[in-house]
Each structure stands twice: as structure tokens, then as C-alpha cells.
């Protein structure tokens, strides 16, 4: 089951990627609907992930896919504007785990981290 979780939440990650480039407003469209599965997986525990140890990894792996679709998504012109993704945003940055993954992938994406829709001293 945990292995089939991380296939659909790949699959779907990629969809949300390329509309980020290709259709933006369609995220803005939907983006609760999106950000649901987001805050799903940041919220899990990694045993709730992936219950078996040689998975572990593999719900790491999730966690961080999670991430850059958020990454990907902080790009989109006006998302600062939309109160639903404010609110994620505080909630990730109000998680010390979620906030170093958070760091952790801007700096793999080259991206400063204080063009994130809120800084640490917010």
C-alpha cells in the first residue's frame, strides 16, 4: 500500500509541475485541492508512511518530492495573494522538520529562501 501511495503521489506531483509552467492559474484554481495531499504528508509520521524499515527511505523520498512541489508552486505569480497557501505556509514554517526540508530544497533548487512567500521572522 505504502509503495503504492508513493507512485500515485509521484505521478501527481508531476502533473502539478508541469501546470505550475504550462497553466499556473489552474493551480490557482485548485490549489486547496492540491495542497490537501501536501499537508497530508507532511503530517504523517514516516512509520504511518511506510510501516516497514527498508521503506523508510522511501516515505523520505515522499516527504521531499512533497517539498519541491511546493517549491514549484511558491513560484507562481500571485500565490502570495491567496490565503489558503499563506496559511500552508505558516504551518510549514511553524514545523522545525518541515522548515529544514523546506531550506533543504530551496538550496538544492537554488532558490533564496527569502523569496518564500513568508521568512522566518514572519
Known amino acids: 500500500k505504502a509503495l503504492d501511495d508513493i507512485k500515485q503521489w509521484y505521478q501527481r506531483r508531476v502533473r502539478v509541475l508541469r501546470l ?6 489552474a493551480i490557482l484554481l485548485k490549489l486547496e485541492s492540491i495542497l490537501e495531499p501536501l499537508r497530508d504528508t507532511f503530517q504523517s509520521k514516516l512509520k504511518d508512511i ?9 516515505a523520505q523520498e ?5 517539498m519541491r512541489a511546493v517549491v514549484a508552486i511558491n513560484k507562481i ?33 537554488q532558490a533564496s ?3 518564500m ?6
Open 62 to 66: 515522499l516527504k521531499r518530492s512533497a
Open 77 to 109: 505569480p500571485d500565490i502570495e495573494k491567496m490565503p489558503v497557501f499563506i496559511d500552508f505556509m505558516k504551518k510549514l514554517r511553524a514545523n522545525k522538520e518541515t522548515d529544514l526540508l523546506l531550506e533543504q530544497e530551496l538550496q538544492a533548487n
Open 113 to 115: 529562501y527569502d523569496d
Open 117 to 122: 512567500v513568508f521568512s522566518m521572522d514572519h
Open 50 to 58: 511506510c510501516p516497514i524499515g527498508q521503506e523508510v527511505e522511501k
Open 20 to 25: 505550475v509552467h504550462i497553466n499556473p492559474n
